[in-house]
C-alpha cells in the first residue's frame, strides 16, 4: 500500500502564491513520477503538472510560468509552486504516484484565489 498526505493548501489574493507538498509512504518500489490534478465539483479532474523521479516535467498550458513542480526523489516529496494566482485557480488538489501496477491518489487540498 502506498499513502500520499498533502499539505498547503489555504486561501489566497488574486497575484498570490501558494506552495503544496505531497509525501509518499508505503511500498514505493518503482515509483517513477508524481504529479498535481486539480478538481472543480461537479468536473473531470484535470492535470497540472507532472514529474518523473529523473526530473522530466510537463504542465497544462494554463499553468505554464506561472506554477512550478519539483521533486526530493530522496524523501519521495512532490512540490507544486504556484505564483501570480488567478480566481480561475481554485479547485482541490489532488498529489498522484505513479507506480508500474497502479497509481495513488491523496486526499485532496483546497485552494482558493479570491479578492
Known amino acids: 500500500q502506498v499513502q500520499l498526505v498533502e499539505s498547503g493548501g489555504g486561501s489566497v489574493q488574486p497575484g498570490g502564491s501558494l506552495r503544496l507538498s505531497c509525501t509518499a509512504s508505503g511500498n514505493l518500489f518503482n515509483l517513477y513520477a508524481m504529479g498535481w490534478y486539480r478538481q472543480a465539483a461537479g468536473k473531470q479532474r484535470d492535470l497540472v503538472a507532472t514529474i518523473t523521479t529523473g526530473g522530466r516535467t510537463n504542465y497544462a498550458d494554463s499553468v505554464k510560468g506561472r506554477f512550478t513542480i519539483s521533486i526530493n526523489s530522496a524523501k519521495n516529496t512532490v512540490y507544486l509552486q504556484m505564483n501570480n494566482l488567478k480566481p480561475e485557480d481554485t479547485d482541490v488538489y489532488y498529489c498522484?504516484?505513479?507506480?508500474?501496477?497502479?497509481?495513488?491518489w491523496g486526499q485532496g487540498t483546497q485552494v482558493t484565489v479570491s479578492s
Open positions: 498522484k504516484a505513479n507506480l508500474p501496477y497502479r497509481d495513488y
